[in-house]
């Protein structure tokens, strides 16, 4: 069901998009800036030998560290450096050769030591950047490119959860989360809608997947996002901003901050005034709620942690040196989302909307490459085609998900194949198609041959179907010889229903136009 959105006709869009008025230009300016937070793919924590996995039963993944026992000491995770670096490279940072932590102080219940180890005056890396494209479905097909400056990337350790029992007016603490790895990302604020600032999450997820650095299931708490809003008058200074923490999926960072900003708008226009306060976004009543105050700045007494020594790496690529080498983990990057994405547009010749399609979608990018491996002589546009509108259609109708669909690579490149060589054309493609998704393991070629679905291409028989039914549809033959071109267009198609779309109508539309031109 991912794909719903993507893979209706564009058309659609199209004449969506001119039947609405162009919006007038706005008065106000609204700024929008980012802050990620990533839970770093690792089979341990940060600066403990606890593990780190999803779903197990609280307070079961807990060390003493963890839990701030008195005379335990961090233990830097070497995983969750090379991780920062990844990430770092991917987004053109500029990693800092020696990088220190610190420790963040503030009292929840949920974090036992009372401070948070984090890297706030000398991060692992600064001044990144991301380019993405940014598009509005259902509004306008055209697209354009955005990039977002990195402020800074940070390695830090997360808290633990508080569960809020109101049954029993209490609230109990989980620390199972507590010391797991983080990247911090904090963004310039360079974005001015929702819009922009999901386009912004979506392509990052595809970089941090694509180097392993997180999971990024935003549901399990692996990604989330904190939004800072202000507006203001065009030509006047930055208004006061908000902060919109916790946002768990990505339409919902589009809604929060697009719903913020309109609240902000109103507030002002109705003579109010916006305080300095962080927000959550209820995606429920799909609206901004107050958490707590910010007009008094908090002071977290920021200090060197004392128990972890400076982080040195090698970034001059020194082969005798004993520090995690950055050329190293630079070399063994894979093909990053952007190179992906031109590849597909400059090499194979798709649209950028197909190419966006692909790479969002892990499994669909993999029955697209696997296809064109073994059916070289297929255009890749027409494998691309048939997967975005055929073949996530009919996944949509039967309720499946293209991750969760049994059809192997080599059965669906058959399908294609089939195509591509004649044997059977889309209409009877999209039979086919129907009964692999009942039986997966079910060539296309036996439920073709079984069910008698292979397409007509004997110019004969096609011929003879032909004069059948231009005998039968006199009345059309002749308004066709008066000039109605559009007669011809009804007898292919009753071909069609004649033969049950298994003609070959290319074949037919030259023999009907022959046999009433004579």
């Known amino acids: 069901m991912k794909l719903m959105q993507q893979s209706i006709n564009i058309r659609f869009y ?58 335990t000491l ?17 987004l053109d940072c500029t990693i800092n050769p020696v990088s220190m932590f610190d420790r963040k102080h503030y009292f929840y219940a949920d974090l036992p030591a009372g401070y948070q180890i984090t890297q706030q005056r000398a991060p692992l890396a600064k001044n990144g950047m991301l380019k993405f494209c940014v598009s509005v479905p259902g509004v306008s097909m055209k697209s354009y490119q955005k990039v977002s400056r990195l402020h800074q990337l940070q390695l830090e350790q997360d808290s633990g959860k508080s569960l809020h029992d109101a049954y029993e007016n209490r ?35 595809l970089i941090l997947r694509a180097t392993g650095v997180c999971s990024c299931h935003m549901n399990e708490g692996a990604l989330r996002v904190d939004a800072n809003i202000s507006i203001n008058r065009h030509g006047d200074p930055l208004g006061v901003r908000t902060e919109v923490k ?6 919902g960072v589009a809604h929060a901050v697009d719903y913020e900003i309109q609240r902000q708008i109103d507030l002002v226009e109705s003579g109010g005034r916006v305080h300095n306060e962080t927000r959550s976004w209820d995606a429920l009543s799909k609206k901004t709620v107050v958490m707590r105050d910010k007009e008094v700045l908090q002071d977290y007494r920021f200090m060197p942690e004392p128990n972890l020594p400076p982080l040195r790496l090698n970034i001059t690529d020194d082969q005798t040196s004993e520090l995690i080498s950055v050329e190293r983990i630079r070399k063994s990057l894979p093909e990053l989302p952007a190179q992906t994405r031109n590849n597909l547009i400059e090499h194979h010749e798709l649209r950028q909307e197909s190419a966006d399609v692909l790479i969002n979608e892990s499994s669909l990018m993999r029955y697209y490459t696997e296809i064109l491996k073994t059916q070289p002589a297929v255009p890749p546009k027409n494998v691309a085609n048939f997967l ?34 004649g044997t059977i054309n889309i209409a009877l493609s999209r039979i086919i198609l129907q009964e692999m998704l009942e039986n997966p393991n079910q060539r296309p070629s036996e439920i073709a041959t079984a069910k008698n679905l292979k397409q007509i291409t004997d110019p004969a028989e096609i011929e003879k179907i032909c004069l059948d039914i231009i005998g039968k549809n006199q009345d059309k033959v002749q308004k066709y010889k008066q000039g109605k071109k559009r007669s011809l267009g009804f007898l292919i198609g009753e071909v069609g229903k004649e033969t049950e779309q298994k003609a070959n109508m290319v074949l037919v539309d030259k023999i009907m136009k022959e046999l009433l031109d004579k």
Request: glycine share 8%.
């Open 14 to 71: 199209r004449s969506f998009a001119t039947a609405i008025a162009k919006p007038k230009k706005s008065k106000w300016n609204s700024v929008v800036g980012l802050e990620v937070h990533a839970q770093i793919s690792s089979k341990t924590k940060l600066f403990s030998g606890a593990g780190v996995e999803f779903g197990a039963p609280p307070n079961t993944r807990v060390s003493a560290f963890d839990a701030a026992i008195p005379g």
């Open 74 to 90: 961090p233990v830097l995770n070497e995983r969750c450096v090379v991780a920062g670096i990844q990430a770092a490279l991917a």
């Open 171 to 205: 609230t109990l603490i989980d620390l199972n989360r507590a010391g797991v790895g983080l990247i911090e990302f904090v963004f310039e604020p360079d974005l001015n809608n929702g819009e922009e600032a999901a386009s912004l999450i979506k392509e990052l997820v």
């Open 388 to 421: 975005i509108n055929d073949f996530v259609g009919h996944c949509n109708k039967k309720k499946i998900s293209v991750d969760d669909c049994q059809i192997s690579d080599e059965n669906l490149a058959e399908l294609i194949a089939m195509m591509h060589n």
């Open 246 to 251: 916790n946002i768990g999926s990505v339409r």
